[in-house]
C-alpha cells in the first residue's frame, strides 16, 4: 500500500487508486502517512483533523471511530493501535511526499557534482508525483512541501539549462516569475535562459524589471548572483557564454539529447549499465512501442564514445554497415584518409579498422528487419574489436554468442500513470484539472499494457477528449490512436503501423499461429496451443515470443510456461484472424472443446483430496472457459454451453463467483427457450441473441405441459435449472424469490428430482432438497433431506452422502438454529469427510462441531473447530464461507464477555464479507456490533448499526433463527431509547414470529431471557420469574452466554426481593412446565396489560 498526499489524499494498492470518502477521513490518514512508523498521540491527530473547528464533545472516540472507518477502506492492519496513539503502518519510500524529497535531494546532489542529466532524471521523476497543491487535506502542513516544490522546479530548470534546453525554459520561467516576484534565484534563471539563446536584450530588460521589482516591493537592490549576470551582459555579444554540460565536458558520440522527459525505468538503466561493464552484447528486446529505444539511448547518454546506429529506414540486408560507417562519421575522416582501396571498398574493414583500437559503444537500433546482416556484423565487430560494445534493440534476440537478452517490460501502473501525466501537460495547460479522472487515465494504462508509445499516443488525443472519453473508446484503439510525432518514422506515428511492421515480419506459418492462438482470451500453455493450432506449435510459439508478439512468463507454482498476448497484440491478432475466416472458426471450434474438455475433467475432481490442482487450472483458466461458453452461446450451441456452464457450476459455487454463475446459466436457459421458439433451428447470431434476451425460462417451463412427450434435451435443461437455482437462491433476496410464479417453477424442477435415482445423487441434482427452503414449511424440508440422504446411500458414492448429510445439518441448524439431535450425521460426515479428503465438507464438518462446542459453553474446543475450518476455507478458496468463520470466532468471545477481542475479530469478519460480498455474513457482523453496543449502552450507535444489519437481510436470505436474534437486538435498543414498555411488544412479535417458524428451544430461552428482564424492569416479577423458569428449563446443562446471563441475573434479583423466596421458587416451578406456545400467551397478555414499573 502506498499513500499519495501530494494532492489529494490517495491510496495507490498494486496500481489501483483510491481516494478515502470524506474529508476528516482523508485529513486522518494525512496527518498518520506524514509520520509514517511513528506513533502519533490521539491529541495531535484531534488538533490537526479538526483544525479549525471545534473538536466534538467526546473527541477520542470521535476519532476512534474515524480510526475505524479509516481501517475498513485501507485495512485493519495498515493502521495500528498501540500505547500512546496510532501508527500508520509504512515506511518513507511508502508515502510520494518522502519519495518527493530524496528524489529532490538526489537531483540537487547530481546537479552540484556537474551531472545535469542525472540530476534532471532525478528531478522529472520527483516532480511527476506532484499533483498538488501539497496536503490538500491537511493545508496547515503544506507550507514544508510547497516550498521544496518551487525549489525542485528552479533545481530542474537549471539541469535543462546546462543541457542547452534554454528554448523551451523561457516560457515556464516568465510563468514563474510572475507567480513569485521576489524570488531572485527564478529571475537569475530567466535572465540566463534568455541570454543563452542570443537575446542579451530580452535579458537586459529582465534585470531591469527584476530590480524595479524588488527596489518597489521590499526596498533592496539585487543580490550578488543578478549583479554577476548584469555585469557579463554589460560585457556585450563576445562576452564569454557558459556552454551546455555536454558541450563542456567533451564527451563524443552523437547520441542526441531528447525534446521530452524520460518518465520510469531508473532500474533498467541501472542494471543495463552495470551489465554493459560485464557483457560486450546486450540486446534490448520487446514489442513495437514498449520503449525499447528511449531506454537505450538514456542507457547511452551519459558515456563517451556512445554512437547510435538508426537501422529502422533500411529496406536492404546489406546496407546495414554502410548505416554503421555513416553514423560514426567515416565517411568523411577514415574513408578519404585511406590509401588502400580494399578498406575503401568493404564497410566492414573499415569499421574494423577504426574499432579495433578503440572502446566503443554502439547503439544499433531496430534491428529486427536487417537482423541476420546485424548479427552478422556484430559478431564480427565484436570478435576482432576488443573494446567495442554492442547495445542492440530488436523484437528478437540476435542470436549472437555471448548475446545477454534483455526483454524491456511494459511500464508497471505507476510509471505508466507517471508518463500519461507528464504528456498530458505537454498538450493541455490545464492538465491538473483533466487528470483529476485518476480513475480513466489508471484504465487507459492498463488496456494499453504500460506500452511508452501507445500512452504517449493516448495522451495526445487529450487535445480533443477527457480520459474516459479515451478509455471508452479503447475497443477501437488502433483508430484512435494515430496521432504521433511528424518527426519520427511513418511506423512509429500510429499504434496498428507499429504493430503492422511485426506482422510483416511474420513468415505464413506464423500469422497463422498468431491468427488461431487471438482465440485464447487469459493466456495458454503449449498443450492448449497444440490442441487449437494447426501448425507445429512449439516451434511456431517460440518464434512468436522471440520477435515479442507473445509474451512467456512460469506457470503457477513454476510447472511450466504459460504464454499471453498484450491486450494490443491481441487485438491485432483478432482483427487479422478475422480476415481468414475458415482459419477463425476452426480455432474457436477446437478451442470451445478443449475449453469443455478442461471442465469436464475438472468437475468431479473438485470434490475430492486432490481438488486443489484443479481449482487452481481453473482459475487459471477462467478466462478462456468465459470466452468458449460466450462462443457456444453466440453459435446457439445449446448442449454445448449447458455441459460446460454444468461442468463449471460446482466451480462457481465454491469460489463465490455465484453472481456470474447465474447470468451464464440464464442465458443457457434463454438460449433453449428461444431455440424452441425458433422450432429448433439456429437463427443468424444477432437475431438469436435479441430472441433469447427477450425470452423468459420460467415462462417457458411453467407452459410446456408436464404429460407431453419429453423434450430431447430435458434432463439436460433440469441440470441447468437446479444449478441455476441454487447459485440464484445463494444470490438474490429472498423476497424476491417468492412470487406464485416462481414457487410453482422451482416446484416443477424440485420434482424431477425429487423422484430421485442416480440423477438426484450427483451434483447437481444432489442439491434438490435445498429447494424446500423456498417452496415449503420446515417440515418438509427435514423430509426432502431425509429423502435425499437415503437416495445418496442407494446410487452416491461417499462424498454425495457426506454432502446430503451436511445439507440436513445445515437443515437442522437454519430452521431450529442449534445443532441439537443431529450428533449421528456429524459423527459420519467427520469420518466420510476426512477419507474423501474435500475440504469443503470438511469445512462444514468443522463449522458444524465447532457450533455443537459453543452452545455447550465448551468455548476452546468451538474455538479450535472453527479455527480449523477458517484454514480449510481459505486453502480450498470457498471465499463465501471465511466471513461467516470469522464472525464465529467473534461470536465465542462475544459469549465469554471479551468484548474488546470480539470487536477486533468482527472487523476482520466485516472486511471479509465486504470483500467478498457476502450479505448474509455482514449482516451477522453488524449485528453482533448491534448487540456489543447495546451491552455499552451506546443506544445510537446500535440504533445505526442494527438498521445496517436489517438493510443487509434485505439482500440476503437470512435464516429464521437470524432474523428471530435481529428482532432481539431491535428491542433491546429499543429499550435502551424509548424504556421496557415500548420494546416488549416487539420482542413479543419476534417470539411469536420464531416459535411460528420452529426454532430450537436454545433460541426461543435467549428472546425470554430478554423479555424476563423487560418484565422485570416494568414491576411484572412474577411473569418475569416464569419466563426465567421456562427459558431454563429449556436450555437444559447448557450454560447462558455473557449477555444472556446478565439479563436473567438482573431479573433474578428483582424479583428474589420482590416476591420473597417461596413465591419466587412457585413461580420458577410454574415457568418450568410452560411451552413456548404458553409463553407467547403470556408475553402477549403482558403487552395489553398495563403494569406500573418499579425501577431496580
Known sequence: MRYRILGVTQTEDHGTVASPGGARLRALLTALALRPGDVVAPATLIDEVWSGDEPPQDAPAALQALVGRLRRTVGREAVDSVPGGYRLAATRDDVDLYVFERLVRQGATALERGDAPTAARHLDEALALWRGPALADLPGRAAGPEALHLEATRTRIEAGLRLGDAHDAVPRLRELTAAHPYDEPLHALLISALRATGRDADALAAYESTRRTLAEGLGTEPGPRLRALHAELLGGPGAERPAPERARVGRRGNIRPRLTSFVGREPELDAIRSELREVRLVTLTGPGGSGKTRLAEEAAAGLDQAWLVELAPLDRPEAVPGAVVNALGLRETMLLASDRPAVQDDPVALLVEYCAPRSQLLVLDNCEHVIDAVARLAETLLTRCPGLTVLATSREPLGVPGESVRPVEPLTPEQAFRLFTARASAVRPDAGVVLRDEEAVTEICRRLDGLPL????????????????????????????????????????????????????????????????????????????ETVGTGPAAELVGALVDKSLVVADPGAEGVGMRYRMLETIHEYAEERAAEVPGVREAAERAHRAW???????????????????????????????????????????????????????????????????????????????????????VPEADVLARRAAATDPVDALLAAGEDGPPHPLGSLRMRVRIMHILLTFETAPRAGLLDERMVRYVRRVRDHFAAGGPEAARVPGIVWPLTAFFVSDSGDVRS???????????????????????????????????PAGIDDDLAEMRVLSRRVGDRLVETQVCSAFGEAAMVRGHYEEARAEYAEALRLAEEVGAFAEAPFLIARLAEIAYREGDHGTALGVLDQAGAAADRYGVVDSKAFVLMLRAGLAVVDEEFTRARVLWEAAREECLRGTPPPQFLAMLGLVDALVTAGESGPREALPLLAGTLRAAVEERCAELVLATLVDSAAGLLSDLGDQARAVRLLGAAGHWRGDRPRPMPDRAHAERAEAAARGALGPQRYAAALAEGAVLTPQDVVVELAAAVGQPVSPTRR
Open 784 to 818: 426432502a433431506m431425509d429423502a435425499s440422504v437415503a437416495n445418496c446411500r442407494v446410487h452416491g458414492g461417499e462424498w454425495e452422502i457426506a454432502a446430503s448429510l451436511m445439507f440436513r445439518t445445515h437443515a437442522v441448524v437454519d430452521i431450529s438454529g442449534t
Open 454 to 529: 501507445a500512452i504517449e499516443l493516448a495522451a495526445a488525443r487529450l487535445r480533443l477528449l477527457t480520459p474516459r472519453e479515451i478509455a471508452d473508446r479503447l475497443d477501437d484503439r488502433f483508430r484512435l490512436l494515430t496521432s504521433g510525432s511528424r518527426t519520427v518514422l511513418p511506423r512509429q506515428q500510429t499504434l496498428r503501423a507499429v504493430v503492422d511492421w511485426s506482422w510483416d515480419l511474420l513468415d505464413e506459418a506464423e500469422r497463422t499461429m498468431l491468427r488461431e492462438l487471438s482465440v485464447f482470451a487469459g493466456g495458454w500453455d503449449l498443450a492448449a496451443a
Open 595 to 681: 475449453a469443455r474438455a478442461l471442465a469436464e475433467e475438472a468437475d468431479p475432481r473438485l470434490r475430492s483430496a486432490g481438488q486443489l490442482p484443479y481449482i487452481s487450472r481453473l482459475e487459471t483458466e477462467h478466462d478462456n472457459i468465459r470466452a468458449a461458453l460466450d462462443r457456444s452461446l453466440t453459435a446457439g450451441d445449446e448442449p454445448e454451453a449447458a455441459a460446460l456452464g454444468l461442468a463449471m457450476g460446482w466451480f462457481w459455487w465454491l469460489r463465490n463467483y455465484r453472481h456470474e454463475g447465474v447470468r451464464w446459466l440464464d442465458r443457457v436457459l434463454r438460449l433453449g427457450a428461444a431455440l424452441d421458439a425458433a422450432g429448433g433451428r
